[in-house]
Nanobody
Framework: QVQLVETGGGLVQAGGSLRLSCVVS????????MGWFRQAPGKEREFVAA???????MYSDSVKGRFTISRDNVESAVYLQMNSLKSEDTGVYYC??????WGPGGRYDYWGQGTQVTVSS
């Protein structure tokens, strides 16, 4: 069973930055596409960013130019650098891994427990 653990969430003022980390329990996670999703209160979960096994990246329009996803296959980790944060970025952020497709339409078989990000205006 593959486990994902997210860290790095917290409270930040608008305009600030946070870096989320997600560690995959599997030693070799290079074959997985990794994604970040978020869910705001009262809303459905939405796609934020993804990185595939060739380190190609994809972003939602709402975060493009502000967020950067990256991965470290040696550490079996994926990161989400979030800059210029806005109040609408508030939500629980989830890390996901899958081996079938990637991006918003990919099939993600494993999910983390989520980490809260709160941006105060």
């Amino acid at each position: 069973q593959v486990q994902l653990v997210e860290t790095g969430g917290g409270l930040v003022q608008a305009g600030g930055s946070l870096r989320l980390s997600c560690v995959v329990s599997r030693r070799d996670a290079s074959g997985y596409a990794m994604g970040w999703f978020r869910q705001a209160p009262g809303k459905e979960r939405e796609f934020v960013a993804a990185i595939n096994w060739s380190s190609m990246t994809m972003y939602s329009d709402s975060v493009k130019g502000r967020f950067t996803i990256s991965r470290d296959n040696v550490e079996s980790a994926v990161y989400l650098q979030m800059n210029s944060l806005k109040s609408e970025d508030t939500g629980v952020y989830y890390c996901a891994a899958g081996a079938h497709g990637w991006g918003p339409g990919g099939r993600y078989d494993y999910w983390g427990q989520g980490t809260q990000v709160t941006v105060s205006s």
